[in-house]
């Protein structure tokens, strides 16, 4: 692939300002540098590809942490004040850079320098917590002297102390008007759009390739969503259509049951949570749902708490569950009776044959003395409310945080959660046992049940 | 090559399809040899190859086949059966045979079958006709159950690849072509070898009705140049001709009203079934597969080079206190926060803020001209310790008998902690004292009585 109209950008500013960490939101990695509280954690300048489109990309470039700028500075008003660099900034860096003390007390300033030059633009990133300082502004001067435009990223906006119209007005003072609020921890839903509108101000000959990437980037963000509304989905069917015979009479029976089917189902969420994760570009251990505190001083995530429930906001109402099934989230069907209705009103809507089909196996193994257990309605909401939430999460965390998610009950996020019942499609679900993975012996796939996860996905993703 | 191609997509349903009950066998990442051959299709059917035979995929393989041919061979034994039984049913009616009934009894089924196959098509039906009975059968039958997985995996490669219906088509009309060619050989031979004797025979149709039907029904073999045996000549039941006429009239309507048809049908599923082979390819949109392309993509794109590569951490070394010194100093490092000096500072000289270089320089030249007994440096923490910092610290070390820094932050903030180990860590390489602002006073003390 031909790099030639590729852009080269180098991320600097001073030590533990979050170059690293803006990388990797801008990247999607977790994985890449190294990020950590003390300072001088980067040593090296690294340069990592992002492509964008099939002509176009970034190369960026992670450069060490200014941590003697002020120094550097003083230096170069002193040592090199020749009249001839009093307009020529890059002259004056390039004398500065041959000089001994860029090899040896100011060697990381120097990389940062070099690259910068040899760059089309920078990200200059502040992390706006700290106080405008001398020593941050004389780093500001000097770069600016580097003869590249500098774009100022203002990193952490998200959290507290943060010290931004300062900086705002000191920026503008050294003529850095090219500013761009981008916690790298929480960005902006539309961060990286007002990064490359920057980049587009200040080197138009990219604005055309830098549009188009807007748009691929843009495209791929919305296949993402998809996907992962289409895993939740399939978690969703799977659930909904999980059953389990049982002797209705044989209550050891049905607690054994009963537990193998609240396990299938914990490892099936965690198998969709791990695969989203993935698809989000996080690793496994990136985000747990939140620990519940228990009455009895106990802590625990269960599924199949009723605190649960509770903190999710869902009312099991009634009939949940009945004789050995009771509070188990489990509901143990009473034959065709309770499903009576569903399935006629499903044979006249769906199809006499398919109505027929699941109605009719049921009053077989009533008559044969077995009876269904089913997944709660409560559950499978909590199911898809949960998982609603980590999409929504994950949509807008950015790859530099360091903790894992916590995936709380009471997040501000949950007010974006549909306060509606589950849509019709868990419910046909119930209806096709055949539709669920976790019913090994019946599992069989079919175009209707690929049918109903894309409709499902198209209803989970409109209604957040 | 197509069955070879088929298998590898087939691998990869069945791999997933354990690992979305299982977990993943291997984590994606592991798969870095893989990461740069060929398109991701290729990657992910390379792994699942790989992984498959962990799951004793020939094993089964060979024992899905066998048990495909098992099923075959019973479909083929029920074929002759039918087959065999459609005409042999037929002739051993008393003779003469009715030809309506012979049309009927011949293709008629078959006629049945073909409407109820194309009604399933057209509703979309999940596994219509003969093929799909098949299926359902190795999907419920005990004999299949240890493939039960691989016959689910075959039906989801099948179904996502559009490769189902034209296979369940070729499937349905493979059978019946089959059922019908047999009954039409054995129709043949009988026909030739023995001699039987047909009519035109009705209880409530008039001899023009029967007359027309029989011109409808026999519309296409008269199209191929096979006439209808005339009504009266076999009313008559005395010629030769009329009877031959019927017989081949018979074979020639299973023909074309049963086998070229399905033969046709046929076709048009195998090529069907042919061309979209040929469109085999993964969908990006399964869930799994969609992880496994992100992680990949990441991994890929891994790249990071160094450009500038690092000389070495610079170190630096402590100096040595000055032996003597005189009056306690304090001052502030980069910035101060408060708005007022902490009480135990009254009896210290301040020297301001000391934020740029030539503040630092000043400092230097005055201590350098007489050295402290104390000076305390007050820091914000929560800034973290570059080297311009360190590095003025090390320059006042020698110029004091004693340096101690304090924290001039609120020690109520987030990562407060954090930030005081990292000024601990820098301050221990110089052997530079961190003051807690409540033992100020004490260390202060003690510094006056040294």
């Not at chain 1, 070099?114 to 920078?122: I, P, V």
């Amino acid at each position: 692939m031909s790099t030639a109209n590729w852009l080269h950008i180098a991320v600097v500013g001073h030590t533990n300002a979050g170059k690293t960490s803006l990388l990797r939101t801008l990247l999607q990695r977790r994985d890449f540098g190294s990020v950590a509280a003390s300072p001088s954690t980067t040593r090296d300048v690294v340069c990592t590809e992002m492509t964008l489109t099939a002509q176009f990309g970034l190369a960026l470039y992670d450069t060490p942490g200014l941590e003697q700028g002020s120094e550097l500075f003083d230096l170069l008003n002193s040592e090199f004040a020749d009249d001839s660099y009093r307009h020529d900034g890059p002259k004056q860096l390039t004398a500065l850079l041959s000089s001994p003390a860029a090899q040896f007390q100011f060697d990381q300033e120097a990389k940062v320098i070099r690259q910068l030059m040899k760059c089309d633009a920078a990200f200059y990133v502040i992390d706006v917590r700290d106080p405008v300082l001398p020593k941050l502004q004389d780093e500001l001067s000097l770069l600016s002297r580097c003869g590249r435009p500098l774009i100022a990223v203002l990193n952490f906006t998200e959290g507290a102390n943060q010290q931004l119209a300062l900086w705002r007005e000191a920026l503008a003072k050294v003529h850095i008007h090219q500013q761009v609020s981008f916690d790298a921890v929480a960005p902006p839903q539309d961060g990286l759009e007002q990064l490359f509108d920057s980049l587009a101000v200040v080197l138009p000959q990219a604005r055309e390739g830098l549009k188009q990437a807007l748009v691929t980037l843009q495209q791929q963000q919305d296949l993402r969503r998809r996907q992962a509304y289409l895993m939740v989905a399939d978690l969703l069917l799977d659930v909904a259509a999980y059953q389990r015979l049982v002797v209705s009479d044989d209550a050891q029976q049905v607690q054994a049951a009963i537990a193998t089917m609240q396990q299938q189902v914990r490892e099936r969420e965690q198998a969709t949570l791990s695969s989203i994760l993935t698809l989000y570009g996080f690793s496994s251990d990136d985000a747990h749902f939140d620990l519940l505190a228990l009455a009895e001083g106990q802590w625990q995530d269960d599924l199949f708490a009723p605190e649960t429930l509770k903190a999710f906001g869902i009312k099991t109402g009634l009939g949940v569950g009945s004789g050995a099934a009771a509070g188990a989230g489990i509901d143990l069907l009473l034959g065709g009776a309770s499903l009576g209705a569903a399935a006629a009103l499903g044979a006249t809507i769906g199809g006499v044959y398919q109505g027929w089909q699941s109605f009719g196996k049921r009053l077989v193994s009533q008559w044969r003395g077995y009876q269904s257990l089913q997944v709660q309605d409560a559950i499978v909401a909590l199911l898809m409310r949960r998982q609603q939430l980590l999409v929504a999460a994950l949509e807008r965390r950015g790859h530099a945080a360091q903790q894992p998610l916590h995936l709380e009950p009471m997040s501000p996020l949950r007010q974006l959660l549909p306060q509606h019942h589950l849509p019709s499609l868990v419910d046909q679900a119930r209806r096709q046992p055949h539709w669920s993975r976790l019913n090994a012996e019946q599992w069989q796939p079919s175009r209707a049940r690929e049918q109903a996860c894309a409709d499902l996905q198209v209803q989970l993703r409109q209604s957040i | 090559m197509g069955y070879s191609r088929f298998r590898r997509y087939w691998q990869a349903a069945f791999v997933r399809d354990h690992e979305a009950h299982h977990g993943l066998l291997e984590p994606y990442a592991e798969a870095t040899e893989a990461l740069h051959q060929g398109s991701f299709n290729s990657r992910c059917l390379q792994r699942a190859e790989r992984l498959s035979a962990q799951l004793g995929w020939q094993q089964l393989e060979q024992q899905w086949h066998w048990q495909r041919r098992l099923l075959l061979l019973g479909f083929i034994i029920l074929v002759i059966v039918a087959g065999s039984g459609l005409t042999n049913g037929l002739l051993a009616l008393t003779s003469p045979i009715s030809l309506l009934h012979a049309w009927f009894s011949l293709v008629g089924i078959n006629l049945l079958m073909l409407l109820l196959w194309l009604v399933a098509m057209l509703r979309a039906a999940p596994l219509p006709g003969v093929g799909g009975f098949a299926i359902g059968l190795s999907q419920r039958w005990r004999l299949f159950r240890r493939t039960r997985a691989m016959t689910t995996a075959w039906l989801q490669v099948m179904q996502q690849q559009r490769l189902l219906s034209p296979a369940l088509s070729a499937m349905s009309h493979g059978f019946w072509l089959a059922l019908l060619g047999t009954a039409w050989l054995l129709l043949l031979l009988r026909l030739s070898a023995q001699s039987y004797s047909f009519t035109w025979e009705t209880t409530i149709l008039s001899a023009q009705q029967l007359q027309q039907t029989a011109l409808w029904l026999g519309y296409l073999p008269q199209l191929m140049g096979f006439d209808p045996p005339p009504l009266q000549a076999l009313l008559e039941q005395h010629s030769a001709v009329a009877q031959q006429q019927a017989g081949r009239w018979l074979l020639a309507v299973l023909w074309c009203y049963g086998m070229a048809p399905r033969a046709l049908l046929l076709v048009i599923a195998l090529l069907t079934l042919a061309s979209r082979y040929r469109q085999l390819s993964l969908n990006d949109n399964d869930p799994a597969y969609a992880a496994m392309q992100r992680c990949w993509q990441q991994l890929a794109s891994a790249n990071a080079r160094i450009v500038d590569a690092d000389a070495g951490q610079s170190v630096a070394i402590p100096a040595a206190a000055a032996v003597h010194g005189q009056g306690r100093l304090v001052l502030s490092l980069d910035h101060e926060p408060a708005t007022a000096l902490p009480a135990w500072a009254a009896d210290l000289t301040y020297l301001g803020v000391i934020a740029t270089g030539s503040d630092k320089r000043r400092v230097l030249e005055q201590l350098g001209q007489q050295a402290a007994a104390v000076v305390v440096v007050r820091i914000d923490v929560m800034l973290s310790p570059d080297r311009g910092s360190i590095e003025f610290l090390r320059a006042v070390q020698p110029l004091t008998q004693r340096l101690l820094l304090v924290n001039s932050q609120p020690e109520q903030q987030h990562d407060f902690n954090a930030r005081i180990v990292l000024w601990q860590q820098a301050l221990q390489r110089l052997g530079v004292e961190f003051i807690a602002p409540t033992d100020m006073i004490h260390q202060l003390a003690a510094g006056a009585s040294s």
